[in-house]
């Protein structure tokens, strides 16, 4: 089945810092990858949805100024924490839409980063 | 609204015990349904989906039938294993949508499976 990788995969910085994960589809070509943020034993809350080419469209509640998200290929998209501080620790994962038509539309998930601000 | 109501776990089990994990959905349209399975510490994996009612997606043993008339997706599995020990998650994705939350998933909260051996 496609694969879509995460970079890095765990993380620990330092509050006040800015923090870039990288989610790359890496055999399919994804104009459509979303970002979620898990937090423990809860299910996955959407961030935001980003379109190759264009700006990324976020949830109610998710500051976009603090969550920088690019989407400047058919296979990467990232996700910028910036000025991150210790509420911004968490599990977050990428997944990319796989679609070419009526016949293939399959979401593939990411294996997650653990972010964890001190 | 797009919403997915799961049962609300934890379930422990035995090995080789029946399993059914409740999940009914509410749409407008036409939702495709998915069941995703989430092993420790990594990302989700699709486990199995179902695009129109009536269809029933299968894939290591386990099996679900959108039945539009309950709007549900129960998961089963007649024989759990060890290895099945993991969180589950049922979604639905509105399809024949445009916009740019086309393909988004609306996920329920996740039901944590133990398996014993």
């Known amino acids: 089945g496609a694969v879509v990788s995460q970079h890095p995969s765990r993380v620990i910085c330092k509050s006040g810092t800015s923090v870039k994960i990288e989610c790359r589809s890496l055999?399919?070509?994804?104009?459509?990858m979303f970002w979620y943020r898990q937090f423990p034993k809860q299910s996955l809350m959407l961030m935001a949805t980003?379109?190759?080419?264009?700006?990324?469209?976020?949830e109610q509640g998710v500051e976009k100024d603090k969550f920088l998200i690019n989407h400047a290929s058919l296979t990467l998209s990232t996700l910028t924490v910036t000025s991150a501080h210790p509420e911004d620790s968490s599990f977050y994962i990428c997944?990319?839409?796989?679609?070419?038509?009526?016949?293939?539309?399959?979401?593939?998930f990411g294996p997650g980063t653990r972010l964890t601000v001190l | 609204g797009n919403s997915v109501t799961q049962m609300e776990g934890p379930v422990t089990l035995s090995e080789e015990a029946f399993l059914t994990i409740n999940c009914t959905y509410t749409?407008?349209?036409?939702?495709?349904l998915f069941w995703y399975v989430q092993y420790p510490g990594e990302g989700l994996q699709l486990l199995l989906k179902a695009t129109k009612a009536d269809d029933k997606g299968s894939n290591k043993g386990f099996e679900a039938t959108y039945r539009k008339e309950t709007t549900s997706f129960h998961l089963e599995k007649g024989s759990v294993q060890v290895s099945d020990s993991a969180v589950y998650f049922c979604a639905l994705r509105r399809d024949r949508v445009r916009g740019s939350t086309l393909g988004r998933l609306y996920f329920g909260r996740g039901t944590q499976l133990t398996v014993w051996p």
């Open positions: 749409a407008t349209g036409y939702p495709s």
């Open positions: 980003s379109n190759e080419g264009s700006k990324a469209t976020y």
């Open positions: 055999d399919f070509q994804a104009t459509t």
């Open positions: 997944s990319a839409r796989d679609y070419t038509g009526d016949h293939t539309d399959t979401q593939y």
